[in-house]
């Protein structure tokens, strides 16, 4: 098991999602999306190479969700598809495009990340 490295990304995904509730508060809503993103990537990541060994290497939360719940089975893990979506263009638009979010848009990607990071929680300590 690679515990120190799923341990590290647990670290940096509860460091990005205060960041985003930091950003938030600072009414700096692209920020907010961006990190709660990648705080939902770190999350994932770090289950999936605590679980299953490894994990593959992407930046896309739909295709770390899919593969979460294939070698978990766990119900729990079928995440609304929209919301993945929502959260995985906020990590494309904030850095590629010029593209903005505002405070609606911030509050449910806040909304998002603290949902899957429960759900997560509660699959790592059933495993």
């Given amino acids: 098991m690679h515990k120190d490295e799923v ?3 647990w670290t940096r995904a509860r460091n990005f999602f205060n960041a985003a509730k930091e950003r938030y508060e600072k009414k700096d809503w692209d ?3 961006f ?7 770190l999350l994932m990541k770090a289950t999936i190479l605590e679980i299953g060994g490894d994990f593959p290497k992407t930046h896309s939360i739909r295709k770390l969700s899919s593969l979460l719940y294939h070698i978990t089975k766990d119900e729990s893990l079928k995440f609304d598809r929209k919301s993945l979506i929502f959260l ?4 494309l638009n ?3 495009f010029s593209f903005t979010y505002n405070e609606e848009d911030a509050k449910e990607a806040l909304k998002i ?3 899957i990071k429960v759900i997560i929680k509660n699959v790592r300590n059933n495993a």
């Fill in 7 to 9: 341990e590290l990304f």
């Fill in 31 to 33: 920020l907010t999306c």
């Fill in 35 to 41: 990190f709660a993103e990648q705080s939902v990537q």
């Fill in 88 to 91: 995985e263009s906020a990590y």
């Fill in 94 to 96: 904030s850095r590629y």
């Fill in 113 to 115: 990340a603290k949902e």
